[in-house]
């Protein structure tokens, strides 16, 4: 069974810049797409950003401009480059297929931004 391993998570001050990565542990083939998603503290897991098979992206309007998804060049992972952090993007980061699979939910990574 693929389960999603997320990693880059971390402190940051607001206006900092973290990169998440994530790789499909027990995967056979490549990540093909892939998207982020978060979860705040008492909230649902929500979607950030996607990546399609055909190399398009889609972004949450609060996002937009400041976070960008990509997969791995000849990798099999996925990444998050989160540029001029805020205190609201502080959650627990999951990665998944796009659509996600339900079973293959990760651990997530923490981002907490902070002064």
């Known amino acids: 069974q693929v389960q999603f391993v997320e990693s880059g998570g971390g402190l940051v001050q607001p206006g900092g810049s973290l990169r998440l990565s994530c790789t499909p542990s027990g995967a056979i083939f490549m990540l093909t797409s892939a998207a982020w998603f978060l979860r705040a503290p008492g909230k649902q897991r929500e979607l950030v950003a996607s990546l399609t098979s055909g190399g398009r992206t889609n972004y949450v309007d609060s996002v937009k401009g400041r976070f960008t998804i990509s997969k791995g060049n000849g990798e099999n992972k996925a990444y998050l480059q989160m540029n001029d952090l805020q205190p609201e993007d502080s959650a627990v980061y999951y990665c998944?297929?796009?659509?996600?699979?339900?079973?293959?939910w990760g651990r997530g990574t923490q981002v907490t931004v902070s002064s």
């Open positions: 998944n297929y796009f659509p996600p699979d339900q079973r293959s």
